[in-house]
Structure formats: C-alpha cells, structure tokens
C-alpha cells in the first residue's frame, strides 16, 4: 500500500492549528502510512510553539523557517522534504474537512490517475456564503469564475475549481519540475505545470466553509489577483524543468 504525505504551511494560525493537526493526524487515510510535513514560518501569535508540541509523533515532519515568504515558499519547503508516494496538501485553517480524505484518495485506486483536485464547487450553490459584507461576497464568488474561466482558455481545461487548496497528486508527478511562486500565485504554477506535463486532474466535489477576512483570511484584495494575472501567462511558457 502506498503512503501519504500531507503537506500543511502555518503562519499565524494559532486559533485552529492545534485542531487541524489532530484532525489530520486521525484522518482515514485508506490503509497509508500518514507522514504530516508542517512547514511553520515563524508566526507572531504563538503557532510556532504549538506546532512544536507535536514534534515527538513520528508522524510528523516539522519544518521551521526564520521568517515568512509567503504560503507558496512555505508549501515549497514541505515538498522537498515530503517522502509520501502520494501528496495532499491542506492548509491550517478549517475551511476544508478530513472528512474528505478517503474520496480523494479512492481515486488513486485506479492506476491511472495522478492527480486529483477536491472542487469546491456544488451546482447551484454559491462558494462562498455571505460573511455580514453582501458586496465582497459576490466580488469574491464573481472572481473565481473569472479567474477559473481565464486558466481554461489559456491552458485548454475544463475545470470547475484549478485554485482549490485540496490538490493531491503522486510524487513522482512532481519529479524534477521546479517552482518558484511565493504566495497563492503558487496554486497556479503547480496546477498548471502538472497539466503541461500531461497530468489531467480528476475533480472530486467535496465540502468547503469559507472562513472570513476577520477570521484570518490572508488573500490581499490588489496585490494577489495581480500575481495570479502574471502567473497565468508565466507558467504557460516558462521552462516546466
């Protein structure tokens, strides 16, 4: 049986980092070995030393960097080091549930799947629900069909959910690609150079609550749709090795 590496960035998450390593840690992984890669970037409200308290599991892998770069540079770092035939990567938040896991990786069963993406999208159901602010709801929700339906065009997919932060692939997918995106512009290098790469996602719906800009959100309104711009024409031509 194969093994699974989760590789999770932490930077200020101190509020559901603790739980979301143990929900990791006890996640029905389908008969694989567990290896939890966390890649901590030296945060300012105590995550650091909460991550820190797992360190003794032999599960858990812990990467500590002196300061941050970026979620991008923080998941790079986890996936040097990651040893799993197959990789997840989760975040430390709570938006996503390890519920999904087991879907997720039933379709690794197959042989012929590399790569797997956990779409957020539900037919006629928004994404992202209202958070008390009505017109960030709808920009928010409004931008990811712009952005999902611009990375289609360019890359010749038909995907619902490119951007989705459940992407699992076998490691080897990876092998001897080189990334260099720092922030979330990363979610689209890695997507978009598996599918140069011939690698064509399987989309599996899964459960998905957004949490808010008050509640931790680091996405900045101007400067990460701007590097999402750049990297969508980026990775459509930069040198995949």
């Known amino acids: 049986m194969t093994s699974l590496s989760v590789v999770m960035a932490v930077y200020n998450e101190a509020q559901t980092v603790e739980a979301t390593i143990r929900d990791v840690l006890s996640a029905e992984t389908?008969?694989?070995s567990l290896e939890l890669v966390i890649v901590e970037s030296n945060s300012t409200d105590g995550s650091r030393a909460i991550?820190?308290?797992?360190?003794t599991d032999p599960r858990v892998r812990l990467v500590l960097q002196n300061a941050p770069s970026g979620k991008g540079n923080a998941v790079r770092a986890g996936l040097e080091v990651a040893t799993?035939?197959?990789?997840?990567i989760n975040d430390a938040d709570r938006e996503y549930s390890v519920a999904d896991y087991p879907k997720l990786l039933a379709a690794f069963d197959d042989p012929s799947v590399h790569f797997v993406l956990g779409s957020r999208h539900q037919p006629g159901q928004a994404m992202r629900r209202p958070d008390g602010q009505r017109l960030r709801f709808v920009v928010l929700n409004t931008a990811?069909?712009?952005?999902t339906f611009l990375f289609n065009l360019v890359y010749g997919c038909r995907l619902k959910d490119p951007f989705t932060m459940y992407k699992v692939f076998r490691r080897r997918c990876i092998e001897g690609l080189r990334f260099d995106a720092n922030r979330f512009d990363f979610d689209w290098e890695l997507v978009a150079k598996l599918v140069r790469s011939g690698y064509r996602p399987v989309e599996i719906p899964i459960s998905y609550?957004?949490?808010?800009f008050e509640g931790g959100k680091k996405v900045r309104w101007i400067r990460d749709p701007l590097t999402w711009l750049v990297a969508l024409v980026k990775y459509r031509f930069v040198t995949l090795k």
Do not use: M, N, P, T
Not at 84 to 88: A, F, K
Not at 144 to 147: E, N
Not at 209 to 212: D, L, V
């Open 30 to 32: 389908r008969g694989r």
């Open 144 to 147: 990811h069909w712009v952005f």
């Open 84 to 88: 799993g035939d197959i990789v997840l």
């Open 51 to 55: 991550v820190q308290r797992f360190a």
């Open 209 to 212: 609550e957004s949490r808010s």
